[in-house]
């Protein structure tokens, strides 16, 4: 089996392989837009800085695959974004993190610059659906694209229509019921299996434990309350982190808890335990412990039958059999217990 190329290493063999052919890692411009354009029109809505002009330069550009043969002018995943900028913009800076999304993301997407998107079917519907999901991406608004392709003595007529209060109210108030309509079209379950994880799973079986944060909403992803909760338990998230969909507290014990709901992917798998495991350790916790959730027994079995990916030592928790947890052991540790 061919070892997978991981996505940084894809733009840094895409930049090489550009280089070697006589062309530049990226144009001067793309839709016949520059970064300068960008710049001015960032500036003049208060959101200018080098992240966000990458970012929104990155997905004007029609001629780099992104999405399953799609390119990032159709859409383009956080991780994507972070490492074109990186390794086609900056020639080789360090890859910007997925958590970016709160710094330069989240401020284009405040005034709509910015949508979100999740690929379905070979079709980008509006909105996050499932957070954390490997689909989820990010587009230029049509009509902000408009006013970067502009001529020099019209691009700041049309930026003043378009940032006017009405106009922008209008155009997030779309965006907002577009989203939700997409959510209705794919239900996937995900926040209502976390809210179970929460209120049926840790309240019966981790006693003591309190909730620091849950990643079930698109947008920031650790609320202003839930850094305090983490300021409290002395837990600090970093860049390099693996973030679950819940992360509990037992400040008697000093233990943390991680939960993984999982509706399409996401168990509790060795490497992030590894991940964890080194949080625990450096925000000296006494230990920490995994659980992934399941809606059913149906559900359970058709992920395992394919990945059989739990981690040695996890628990395992079916929402539908809500009065039961069970242990990941081997053989020989469960011999020995």
Known sequence: ???????????????????????KAIPESLQGVTKSRVSDV?????????DRVDCVFALLDDETESFKS?????????????????????DNDSKLDREGRDQWIAPLREIGAIEPVTFHKGEFLPGHIKPKSPNSGYRLNREFVKVLKAPDDQWQSELQNWISEDTRRKRLEFQSRAAEESRKKIDTGHKQLIAQSIDVYAKHFLPG???????????????????EKLKSAGVTLGLEDAF???LLWNPKSDELWCIEAVTSDGEVDTHEVEKLKKLATRCKKKSIGFTTTYRTW??????????????????????ADPSRQFRVLTAEAFEEA
């Open 1 to 23: 089996m061919a070892k997978r190329i991981s996505i940084q290493d894809q733009f840094k063999n895409l930049r090489k392989s550009r280089i070697a052919n006589g062309c």
């Open 42 to 50: 960032l500036s003049r809505v208060g959101r200018g800085g080098r």
């Open 70 to 90: 799609y390119k990032f002018a159709d859409a383009a995943t956080t991780a994507r974004l972070g490492s074109h900028i990186a390794f086609l913009q900056r």
């Open 209 to 227: 434990f309190e909730v620091l944060f849950k990643d079930d909403s698109d947008g920031q992803r650790i609320s202003e309350d839930e850094k």
């Open 244 to 246: 679950p969909d819940v």
């Open 298 to 319: 149906k559900e359970a079995a058709s992920r395992q039958g394919n990945h059989k990916n739990l981690a040695i030592g996890s628990f395992l928790w079916i929402a």
